[in-house]
């Protein structure tokens, strides 16, 4: 599965960003999907995912997150997006998409994707 990123850029503290990533495979739909970053110096975190299970999809975030950020699919199940708001100089980092075969996938409790995208910079000036 390749997966195909964009949407990263330069913003101002407390504006807006959205990330995009489709994957190659239609089979996608039933994957687990959602998106990791690494800052400079720093280890790669979680930051959201959107699990299947039984035709619907769960989204999980991590705690910084806060509620700042909304991630989603498209109907197709092919696409994840991730819509961050308010967002701050600290979110600065490259932003992975990711993949799982298992659509129940539980990054944020220690498993980790199957796949990976290449990243895309964000940038949040202050």
């Known amino acids: 599965v390749q997966l195909q990123a964009s949407g990263g850029g330069l913003v101002q503290a407390g504006g807006s960003l959205r990330l995009s990533c489709t994957a190659s495979r239609r089979t996608a739909s039933t994957y687990a999907m959602g998106w990791f970053r690494q800052a400079p110096g720093k280890e790669r975190e979680f930051v959201s995912l959107?699990?299947?299970?039984?035709?619907?999809?769960?989204?999980d975030y991590a705690d910084f997150v806060s509620g700042r950020f909304t991630v989603e699919r498209n109907n197709a199940g092919d696409t994840v997006y991730l819509q961050m708001n308010s967002l701050k100089a600290e979110d600065t980092a490259v932003y992975y998409c990711?993949?799982?075969?298992?659509?129940?996938?539980?990054?944020?409790?220690?498993?980790?994707?199957?796949?990976w995208g290449q990243g895309t910079q964000v940038t949040v000036s202050s």
């Open positions: 959107t699990r299947w299970s039984g035709g619907i999809y769960y989204a």
């Open positions: 990711a993949a799982s075969l298992s659509g129940g996938s539980r990054w944020n409790f220690g498993m980790r994707p199957d796949y």
